[in-house]
């Protein structure tokens, strides 16, 4: 009796697995079919596959009417591609639109051309296709951001496919990066003692290695152009052109004076505490806090819109302390006249004396150094209002989208 319960047992075990496998292949089957629908009828009967309203999808790039017509995305960080494509509208005979893919959570705001929500992106094979017709039917440029896919699944996520593919149909390409796409973390560790990509800074060290020798293959096998936001960059990929970050100066006008307060406040805004070395100097600035010297207020998830009112009721705008570099933050506090200070490597000021001819008005400190700077900044007002008194002048002379549009003319015009 007990031998027939466990084979009774092992049949209805036997029956329930078949029964599950063959739910498993209809399902498989009803998937493949509903795939193959229209796009309109697939989103009436999964709509929460999709999670947007077919009139949520975007247009597709807009037809221009130019001698050459460029599109760049779709990375838009701190609205650079909207203000190179407005850069690249200095050009005679120049059209340019930017796309912006929209994160899950995004909360910055950065004005674009072309915001595409992430859901359209991946689930639409409609817009995709509409996209990649309008622009190689349209376009004669493309410029991709950070090695991201622009067209999504439509070549499977591969960008030299992308870039093959525009090329088949005529148009140029380049390739833009912004930092940590191409930053090597072994090569900037081995050259600066406050690397973010020292050992147990930063947990994701490993992948970015891993990602920035995946973009170098990338820029071998792609042969094409590469534009470098930042100056130090180029230690990175050394044939690459530096395009000078662009800002809107008209937003930036501070409306108090500088340090006209005995306690200077002091903002920091980290997008990324990692890369900025957030860790390393907010103990400095607690203890300066607390001893009444600044006043320090740290800036997290603020939106474009706020951050002008912002920066200007500061005195002071900490940007990085790693990296080497400035970004759009720094630019943002010479253009409003505010003393920046940073870690900025002797080579990224060189690049720009001989580029420019200016010198860069951003104070040097380190995690190390920056309680005495800050003590001296106090100590010495006249000496530092000197200083942030000419970040108005260099941010209009570098950062206000002539010198970014000198750099792109020659990939756009052939010159």
């Not at 030299?160 to 940590?180: D, K, P």
């Not at 900044?377 to 000419?390: C, G, S």
Request: hydrophobic share 40%; with cysteine.
């Amino acid at each position: 009796m007990a031998h027939r319960g466990h084979r009774d047992r092992a049949l209805e075990t036997r029956r329930i697995c078949e029964a599950c496998a063959m739910i498993s292949r209809i399902r498989r089957v009803l998937g493949t079919f509903i795939e193959a629908l229209p796009e309109a009828v697939s989103l009436a009967v999964r709509p929460s596959r999709y999670r947007y309203r077919r009139v949520d999808r975007p247009r597709p790039a807009p037809v221009l009417n130019a001698k050459t017509r460029l599109l760049i995305g779709h990375a838009n960080y701190a609205a650079q591609g909207y203000w190179f494509a407005r850069a690249a509208e200095r050009i005679d005979d120049v059209a340019a639109v930017n796309v912006h893919l929209l994160g899950p959570n995004e909360k910055y705001g950065f004005p674009a051309d072309i915001p595409v929500s992430a859901q359209i992106f991946q689930h639409s094979a409609h817009w995709r296709r509409e996209h990649f017709r309008r622009v190689t039917t349209n376009y004669t440029h493309v410029i991709i951001e950070s090695g991201l896919p622009i067209f999504g699944k439509l070549f499977g996520h591969d960008v030299l496919a992308e870039i093959n593919a525009l090329r088949a149909h005529g148009l140029t390409v380049a390739l833009l990066a912004h930092g940590s796409e191409l930053r090597q973390p072994s090569r900037h560790a081995s050259t600066d003692e406050w690397s973010p990509y020292a050992p147990g800074r930063w947990p994701e060290t490993a992948r970015l290695e891993a990602r920035t020798k995946a973009f170098k293959a990338l820029l071998g096998q792609a042969d094409v152009p590469l534009f470098v936001t930042t100056q130090e960059l180029l230690e990175d990929w050394p044939s690459a052109t530096w395009i000078p970050l662009s800002i809107n100066l008209a937003r930036w006008s501070a409306a108090l004076p500088f340090m006209d307060r005995p306690q200077p406040v002091v903002v920091h805004a980290p997008t990324n505490p990692y890369l900025k070395n957030t860790a390393l100097i907010e103990p400095t600035m607690q203890w300066l806090h607390d001893e009444g010297v600044v006043e320090y207020r740290r800036l997290p998830s603020v939106t474009s819109q706020q951050m002008p009112a912002l920066i200007g009721d500061a005195d002071v705008v900490l940007d990085q302390f790693g990296a080497g570099c400035y970004s759009v933050a720094s630019v943002e506090g010479m253009a409003a006249g505010r003393l920046v200070i940073a870690h900025v490597h002797e080579q990224v000021r060189q690049i720009v004396r001989e580029s420019t001819g200016w010198e860069i008005p951003i104070v040097s400190a380190t995690p190390g150094t920056l309680d005495n700077v800050l003590r001296d900044v106090v100590a010495r007002p006249e000496h530092y209002r000197a200083i942030a008194a000419r970040g108005p002048d260099f941010t209009a002379a570098v950062h206000d989208g002539r010198l970014s549009a000198a750099a792109l003319k020659p990939f756009l015009t052939g010159s």
